[in-house]
């Protein structure tokens, strides 16, 4: 079954070409790093496949369903997915418990529903003893799990990372890491983020996409792709 799939994709800012005719494909529940140097366009897929940006042209699919391309295109809201971003935008007025239930509400689940899925998210990610705290009162690396936690809590097929691992002090980050490794394979959920740092793909990802000028250069699993001994 394939996660996402784009063809002949491509996006430019006024003169700038960003993503250049760009065929991809991933599986259903990869964690991919779309790996390369700064300005290869790799933010600029992310904001495609999230529904931020609409393509010049080509089809972007999710699952089965177009969601950008042939005439059509799906809004960042109703694609299914999740963003968890560098700034983590948490509300910093609300408990962790209020963030993470925020997009939940609205969404015709009743409260009871809505509670068990605010404790499975907090449990996942390992912060059920914060649900009373306030952002302000956690670390960076809780901050970021809570962002999760509210991703994870709508229950997407996909969920979509702005450098994971970028914000996080060097000794939290191995452990970090492994977090996002287990999370992503407990609940099955496809993960893509983006990165220039090859340390961060290798750390995390199941497959890379190497981009370079807005074109992919290569993609494969991180032992093909570094021939690690
Ligand atoms: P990366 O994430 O790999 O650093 P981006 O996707 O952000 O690359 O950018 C790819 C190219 O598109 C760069 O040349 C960048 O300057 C340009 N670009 C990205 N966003 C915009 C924008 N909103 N307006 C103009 N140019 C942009
Ligand atoms: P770069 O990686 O090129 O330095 P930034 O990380 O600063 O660029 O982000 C560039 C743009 O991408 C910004 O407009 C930002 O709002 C947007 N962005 C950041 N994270 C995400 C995300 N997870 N999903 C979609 N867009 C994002």
Same mark, same amino acid.
């Given at each position: 079954?394939?996660?996402?799939?784009?063809?002949q994709?491509?996006?430019?800012?006024?003169?700038t070409?960003?993503?250049?005719?760009?065929?991809?494909?991933?599986?259903?529940?990869?964690?991919?790093?779309?790996?390369?140097?700064s300005?290869c366009?790799?933010?600029?897929v992310?904001r495609?496949?999230?529904?931020?940006?609409?393509?010049?042209?080509?089809?972007?699919?999710?699952?089965?369903?177009?969601?950008?391309?042939?005439?059509?295109?799906?809004?960042?809201?109703?694609?299914?997915?999740?963003?968890?971003?560098?700034?983590?935008?948490?509300?910093p007025?609300?408990?962790?418990?209020?963030n993470?239930?925020?997009?939940?509400?609205?969404?015709?689940?009743?409260?009871?529903?809505?509670?068990?899925?605010?404790a499975?998210?907090?449990?996942?990610?390992?912060?059920?003893?914060?649900?009373?705290? %306030?952002?302000?009162? !956690?670390? /960076? &690396?809780?901050? $970021?799990?809570?962002?999760?936690?509210?991703?994870?809590?709508? *229950? #997407?097929?996909?969920?979509?990372?702005d450098?994971?691992?970028?914000?996080?002090?060097?000794?939290?980050?191995?452990?970090?890491?492994?977090?996002?490794?287990?999370?992503?394979?407990?609940?099955?959920?496809?993960?893509?983020?983006?990165?220039h740092?090859?340390a961060?793909?290798?750390?995390?990802?199941? %497959?890379?996409?190497? !981009?370079? /000028? &807005?074109?992919? $250069?290569?993609v494969?699993?991180p032992e093909?792709?570094?021939? *690690? #001994?």
């Amino acid at each position: 079954m394939v996660g996402i799939l784009l063809r002949q994709v491509s996006k430019s800012y006024g003169g700038t070409c960003a993503v250049d005719d760009l065929d991809l494909e991933v599986e259903d529940g990869a964690f991919l790093a779309l790996l390369g140097p700064s300005g290869c366009g790799k933010t600029t897929v992310l904001r495609l496949l999230a529904g931020l940006e609409r393509p010049d042209g080509g089809t972007i699919a999710l699952g089965e369903r177009v969601v950008a391309g042939e005439g059509i295109f799906v809004e960042p809201e109703d694609r299914g997915l999740g963003m968890v971003f560098q700034s983590y935008a948490l509300w910093p007025h609300m408990t962790v418990e209020g963030n993470v239930s925020f997009g939940l509400h609205g969404r015709g689940l009743d409260r009871s529903e809505i509670a068990a899925r605010v404790a499975q998210a907090l449990d996942l990610v390992g912060l059920s003893a914060k649900a009373g705290a %306030r952002p302000h009162q !956690l670390s /960076g &690396g809780q901050r $970021q799990r809570v962002a999760l936690a509210r991703s994870l809590a709508m *229950r #997407p097929r996909l969920i979509l990372l702005d450098e994971p691992l970028a914000n996080l002090d060097a000794n939290l980050r191995a452990s970090m890491a492994a977090e996002f490794r287990r999370i992503h394979a407990e609940t099955r959920t496809t993960f893509v983020f983006v990165t220039h740092d090859q340390a961060e793909a290798m750390a995390l990802a199941t %497959r890379v996409a190497v !981009l370079n /000028g &807005g074109r992919l $250069q290569q993609v494969g699993a991180p032992e093909d792709i570094w021939h *690690r #001994p």
